[in-house]
């Protein structure tokens, strides 16, 4: 199995090669580890998002310095195979919920989700993918060709006897439910024919989860988009003889467990649906932070060459796209004002990572008389699989007392902005059934508009 960061220094060890690069390194994993200059800024007191696990439990080994301290003297030991085998190292790695924090707020900007995945993906290389990375990992393919799995994930959340046989047999949380399909998938709408002249057109990027878990968000995008007489297209694969069109997906969830083939054969049937309509002057707007991102970040990591470069410019998240716009002078929405509290608003991991909470704010203050705040929180927990994982609930549950549920609770007549997928399934597994999408929040604040 081929990984994607260069091991070279080490095949006289015995291990495995690899092919991608970070860039910023020239490719070489030992570089990417060694840039950090042991700050300590990871283990600070204060507000930042890196190193949700550290912060919950004090150990310094699950802080990014201390993540990199562990690689370092692995990889500086005679025997570097059975070094990164070593079960601290095993554990902090495990522990990382790749929030790209440390992208972000590290000094030296270290990309520790990018390790960990080069990590894993020498780990599945020597001992093989379990069944429950596999199920994880191929979670796009499953929802496009297995529909009769969707009752499964029912049955399994209304039933304590398959929670608990799904606990055993796959390592998911018996006491968390896990997120359950939509009866039907977002279903790509024809183009409104008359877009407003100067406005750009859009290409909308409606990732896995959108679409199979909650396509609503889609269709009130999509409505929000095409209020602001934005001419909208959804992006979408042609397919092939040997594979029926498939729903396009960033690969992130293969990233996660360390499949790197898989998931640059993901990054590039998006990459090549998307870059013919960059080419042709339109915008790519993202729903899922962690999907824009994965365009914008990781993608580059693939070995793809140019063309993603040329496709994650032009791609931004939903809440920059209207910010950038707004500032243009552009965009006009007619919007009202919503009755009822105020509105929290918790910023997924990833929208933080790249800036992208100036955006929320500016987007909110369209609608009028809105009063709204930001929620002072890290990460969530969830972090995509890692809070239904049986040995990780329990800290997935600290990391969201920490901030994020007194917050709610404090406030529970308020509405409840999350952009993130995980972030709203965290929230309703904790008992608040509030969050909703920005795109939502836009829809239902959308007036009829007059001239």
Known sequence: MKTFLDWSAYKDAGMGDAYADIPRHGGDFAKAVAVCINSRQCEAEGKQVMCPSFRVSGNEHLSTGGRVRLLKAALNSELAEQALADPALAEAMDLCVACKGCKRECEANVDMPLIKAEYLAQRAARQGLGWRSRLFGHTPRWLHRAPWLKPLV????????????????????????????????????????????????????????????????????????????????????????????????????????????????????????LLPHVQAGRTVVGLEASCVLGLRDDAQALGLGAAVEQVAKHCLLFEEFLAREATAKRLDLPLKALAGSETLVHGHCHQKAVGAMKSMRRVLKLIPDHEFSLIESGCCGMAGTFGIEAEHAEMSAKMAEQALMPALREKPAARVVANGFSCRHQMRAHGDQRPRHLAELLRDALAEKTD
Not at 198 to 204: A, T, Y
Not at 221 to 238: D, F, K, N, Q
């Open 154 to 273: 029912h049955w399994r959340n209304a039933s304590p006897l398959l929670a608990r046989l799904s606990e055993r047999l796959f390592g998911l949380a018996a006491n968390r439910a896990l997120p359950e399909p939509a009866a039907k998938p977002f279903a790509t709408a024809p183009a409104n024919a008359t877009p407003t002249a100067g406005l750009p057109e859009v290409v909308l990027l409606v990732d896995t989860f959108t679409r199979h878990f909650e396509p609503g968000i889609a269709e009130a995008a999509l409505a929000v988009l095409e209020a602001g007489g934005y001419r909208v297209l959804i992006a979408e694969s042609e397919g092939s003889d040997s594979e029926p069109a498939r729903a396009l997906c960033c690969g992130r969830t293969y990233l996660a467990q360390g499949m790197i083939d898989e998931a640059r054969t993901e990054a590039r049937r998006l990459v090549q649906a």
